[in-house]
């Protein structure tokens, strides 16, 4: 099956694969934004060249959906994690086959590489699995730490631009800040009412965004752990959340199927980025912030342009061009 796509700068048709034959549950860049990592419900790993939307490899492995795939900050490695709760670990320069661990009794739900590429932390907990952060030496693959805490299964996770706070979001509806260091809880933050699906702490790791399915996304301040303010216009859960490079956009994707850009400073919503078949359960900001990618349960991922000054175009309500692979 061949999708057709449009070339936004030269208004030329091209012709690409479609990708995943089932949900796409994960969405990543590599650091110098030339590769998209993607991760399927039909248990494969896709890269794709960012620009075109060219398929660069479909890597196996796994034995059930792909729920979470991670570049390390040098863009050497890349981690993928899934329901049959193996975490995989690919030197992308190597032909070697990739370095495997069974760290959780249940599914692997989110991955992040502190930001020196030191550490490797998975997420987890499936019905009766224990729910838990796992830390892991990322050269190695030799567990350093685990962390428990939350109730119910861990959705989301995301380290602070410093790497010395990790912040993870579940099931039983809370968010815990975490001094990775120590191993210990610093907060538990409370107020969403529903769980918690997405994180990203903002550039300066001074606040921490995050998005649930009561849809709503929440703006924490990490020094007090208090709530510092609500953005409201999800009718339905917010799955996926990003911010542009710069911090000042925010990206959501949602249980309506859409992509939208937000004002962090004016805390609100400043249009439609485009809409999916089915509710998006992923999304990603290009490191030069000119491109958001997002996944759906429709299987396709789609490759949406940001304007030139890297910022949502103030008042637009009508989906943009996009890529779809």
Known sequence: MMAQVTDTERHKERREPSGHADAVWSVAFSPDGATLATGSEDQTVGLWETQTG???????????????????????????????????????????????????????????????????????????????????????????????????????????????????????????????????????????????????????????????DDGTVRLWGVSTGQERAVFEGDTFGVLALTLTSNGRGLITGSFDHSVKLWDVAARRERGLLGIHPKAVFCVACSPDGRTVASGSMDGAVRLWPLTSDREPAPGRQTPASHTRI
């Not at 998975?122 to 796992?134: D, I, K, Q, T």
């Open 54 to 212: 060219r398929s660069l490899a479909t890597l196996q492995g796994h034995a059930g959906g792909v729920n979470a795939v991670a570049f390390s900050p040098d863009g050497r490695l890349l981690a993928s994690g899934g329901e049959d709760g193996l975490l995989c670990l690919r030197d992308l320069g190597a032909t070697d086959r990739p370095v495997s661990r069974k760290g959780h009794r249940g599914g692997i739900n989110a991955l992040a590489f502190a930001p020196d590429g030191g550490l490797l932390a998975s997420a987890g907990g499936f019905y009766n699995a224990p729910a838990e952060v796992l830390l892991w030496d990322a050269d190695t693959i030799q567990q350093r730490g685990r962390l428990v805490g939350h109730s119910n299964e861990v959705l989301a996770m995301a380290f602070s631009p410093n790497g010395k706070f990790l912040a993870t979001g579940g099931y039983d509806d809370t968010i815990r800040l975490w001094d990775v260091e120590r191993g210990k809880p610093l907060y538990v933050l409370r107020g969403h009412l529903g769980a918690v699906w997405a994180l990203a702490f903002a550039p300066l790791g001074l606040t921490l965004f995050s998005g649930s």
